[in-house]
């Protein structure tokens, strides 16, 4: 069992829907990480999370310290939110498999 | 917000030559760089953890002798591929954490990811 899951795999939506993907950890953590990964590589940091909840703009993300779960919502989506959403966990690194999300018009 | 810039982003390299990429912030300083690997399909891995001033800290499974990485100032940071082999073929990513006293207590300062750089070893 990885250290760092996330669900769904793979997501698609239409513009505008709202959307949810869940990142779920077992190690000790000081921070929790999301971030963008578009189709040419180069990744985007989003949030940086150690409790509680966050906005950006159309992006929310949120922890429960106690259950060990993060979720990250985009409202209103966009075909450009189209990537692949990465949950990390520090203080050593551990990665999630990513979420592929594809929004169409 | 914060730039990490990485050089080259691309490279295409016989194999046995070695290959030097670099990882610079540009805006601010960073005491701590990480060098990241990842193949097609995957997840990104962490391959070390470079302090400025100090030998890189290797993950499990990553040869230090062919994976050199050298952090001799603040702002730069370079992975250098010795002897590159197709298998060495992939996408190589770092990111940098920035300096800051209250950061550094607390180990969560915010990362700042390079572009990366795909290596394609023929």
């Known amino acids: 069992k990885n250290e760092v899951e996330q669900s769904p795999q793979n997501l698609t939506a239409q513009e505008g829907e709202f959307i949810t993907i869940n990142c779920s950890y077992s190690v000790g953590i000081s921070a929790l990480h999301w971030l963008q990964q578009h189709p040419g590589g180069g990744i985007v940091s989003l949030f940086m999370l150690s409790s509680g909840k966050k906005k950006h703009g159309r992006l929310i993300a949120t922890i429960n310290i106690q259950e060990k779960h993060s979720s990250l919502h985009i409202t209103a989506s966009h075909p450009r939110d189209s990537a692949v959403y990465i949950c990390?966990?520090?203080?050593?690194?551990?990665f999630g498999t990513g979420t592929r999300l594809q929004v169409f018009p | 917000g914060a730039v990490v810039s990485q050089h080259p982003s691309w490279v295409i390299c016989k194999s046995g030559t070695s290959v030097k990429i670099e990882c610079r912030s540009l805006?601010?300083?960073?005491?701590?760089m990480f060098w990241y690997r990842q193949f097609p399909k995957q997840s990104l891995m962490l391959m070390a953890t470079?302090?400025?001033?100090?030998?890189?800290?290797?993950e499990q499974g990553v040869e230090k002798d062919k994976f050199l990485i050298n952090h001799a100032s603040l702002t730069l940071s370079t992975l250098t591929v010795t002897s590159a082999h197709p298998e060495d073929s992939s996408f190589y990513i770092c990111?940098?954490?920035?300096?800051?006293?209250?950061?550094?207590?607390?180990?969560?300062?915010?990362?700042?990811f390079g572009e990366g750089s795909r290596l394609t070893v023929l």
């Open positions: 990111s940098a954490r920035e300096r800051g006293l209250r950061t550094q207590r607390r180990g969560t300062g915010e990362l700042f």
């Open positions: 470079s302090n400025e001033g100090s030998k890189a800290t290797y």
């Open positions: 805006d601010f300083q960073a005491t701590t």
């Open positions: 990390a966990v520090s203080d050593k690194l551990i």
